[in-house]
């Protein structure tokens, strides 16, 4: 560790002892002939290029068709499954006890067969068995969404989760990320790199929010073949409105100074400009930018942030 660790500090003040020397040496002002420092720019010989390993990427145009990376897991089953049984106990409940008010209510009315008490014990129990089923409704919604407890066959649903033959999951956006429109699709996978992808479809928006990730969740319905209750997932959510065109940047080109967002560009053999750029949305590995930049343009991805080092370092060194 201390030898990896001295070698990288002497890479540093051989970066930034290059790029003094390069600066002065080759940036000269066409007025005066005097040395100009150009902040944002670094050049480095071979040596020093091979020296902090680094390598470039050239950018190409894409067009993102509006996925955002979202996580998740697969739920387990049992607290729908108590959910839509408690609704549908209540309304087993509530049904014959509106048949018997109705009953009871003309007998009263029509031939005076069933006193006022008797009319109004059933009214109660009807009204009571109708709250109770009421509440199962209001719990099964609040807990999992108008679309899921709306379903016809939600039933049927339940008898496939506690088989195994379906699966519910949750999916949420790490918080910050906006969703300007209604999501279209789900494509998951599972977060251990199987690859094949599950087959999945969105039922609608959790009505809750994950403790950890702190964004915007929705539920979807895995079948064939499902992850245990448990499984982490992640994958890509399909927003239409979100579709735009950019560059395709890297992560690890991308560097950090003074709240910017900068890439390394090789403007020429072994000299690197520093260029603002915009990060419009992630992509899988990488960002969708715009900025100072533009497609066939080579990237630093490896040793960016030794340049920007060198870089800082020669700044202060100035001083």
Known sequence: MRRRAAL????LALLAGIWSIRQKESLRDEATGTPAVRPGRVSIDDAGRELIDLATAVLAAVRSEGALEVYGRVLDP????DAVLARAAAHAVSEPARREYERVRGLSHDAQNASQRELEAAEAVWRRARLEQDAAQARLVAGFGVELAGRDDLEALVGDLVSRRSALARVDLPAGVGVPGPPAGLQLRTASGEPHALECALVGEATTTDPLLQGRGWLA???RNPPAPGTALAGLLEVPALSATGLRVPEDAVVRQDGG?????????NVFERRAITLERPLPGAWLAGGAIAAGDAVVVRGAQELLSAERGAAHGGE
């Open 8 to 11: 990288g500090a002497a890479a």
């Open 78 to 81: 049992v607290p729908l499954v």
């Open 221 to 223: 319905l895995i079948g």
């Open 261 to 269: 967002t900068f890439v390394y560009v090789e403007s020429a053999r």
